[in-house]
């Protein structure tokens, strides 16, 4: 899940300050993990000590009340309130933290529960739900080893999303777009036409769009496909010494417990 979190800090810098020139300087000065790294450790949290997720970013979010980029208002809401609602979102927020998910899930119906149980205590709405369960289902399966091709069919077959598009045609008109449906199949197509794990983060990123958030799912897709010890030493080590003790205690112990 450590993917996840380097997409999120290298996209941090682009948010709102977007950039299409893919070879944009990846970790400036000023680059650190937002809301969305805070929110996938909530649920690695969860996946490890049998949480509720509600309960697990409900804790995290409040110890970490103001992260770079800040939360959104209606998630922000919920997370000061004492009697807390979902609030029929289908923004991004239910499918950037779900990286823990995809690698914890015993079997792809368990990955899939599990991501529509997170998403839907906030984001119940049907994309906002789809949308985790969508990103969930592609980190599992990049994860057991299915090829690009596979991944693809099984989203499009499943989720209705159309991954035919094409990515640089796209970029053109490509803008900020904070909902599920104009973020996850973007950061799917992103994976499956890159080469590498850095490749993904910059074809994410230099779209243009919610760059932190892009950067966020792409990268969780593409640890998973290409394997943990594909992520740049660099890259790894500058995530790790970035996050707070708490939150890389529960990065290493989730390492140890489910990615080695």
């Known amino acids: 899940m450590i993917g996840a979190i380097i997409g999120d800090m290298v996209g941090s810098t682009y948010e709102f300050a977007p950039t299409k020139n893919y070879n944009f300087e990846l970790l400036p000065a000023g680059s650190e993990y937002t809301d969305d790294s805070i929110m996938c450790v909530a649920i690695a949290d969860a996946m490890l000590h049998g949480r509720k997720c509600s309960d697990a970013m409900r804790d995290w979010g409040n110890r ?56 839907e205590c906030t984001h119940n709405h049907p994309e906002g739900k789809k949308g985790a369960v969508a990103t969930a289902t ?29 990515l640089i045609q796209l970029k053109r008109t490509y803008s900020f777009d904070e909902s599920c449906m104009g973020t996850v199949p973007v950061a799917i197509k992103c994976y499956l036409e890159s080469e590498n794990f850095e490749d993904a983060i910059r074809l994410a990123v230099a779209m243009g769009g919610d760059a932190d958030t892009l950067g966020c799912i792409t990268g969780a897709i593409a640890e998973a496909g290409y394997g943990t010890h594909s992520i740049p030493t660099p890259l790894f080590e500058a995530a790790m010494n970035a996050l707070p003790t708490d939150m890389r205690e529960v990065v290493v112990e989730f390492i140890d417990t489910y990615q080695r």
């Open 64 to 119: 970490y009340p103001t992260p770079k980029g800040s939360y959104g208002g209606n998630f922000a809401a919920w997370l000061r309130s004492e009697t807390p609602q979902p609030y029929n979102s289908y923004g991004n927020g239910s499918a950037m933290r779900v990286a823990a998910i995809g690698w914890a899930g015993d079997n792809l119906l368990d990955v899939q529960l599990k991501a529509y149980t997170s998403a």
């Open 138 to 166: 592609a980190i599992y399966l990049a994860r057991c080893g299915h090829t690009k091709a596979d991944i693809k069919q099984r989203i499009e077959q499943q989720f209705s999303y159309d991954l035919s598009f094409d």
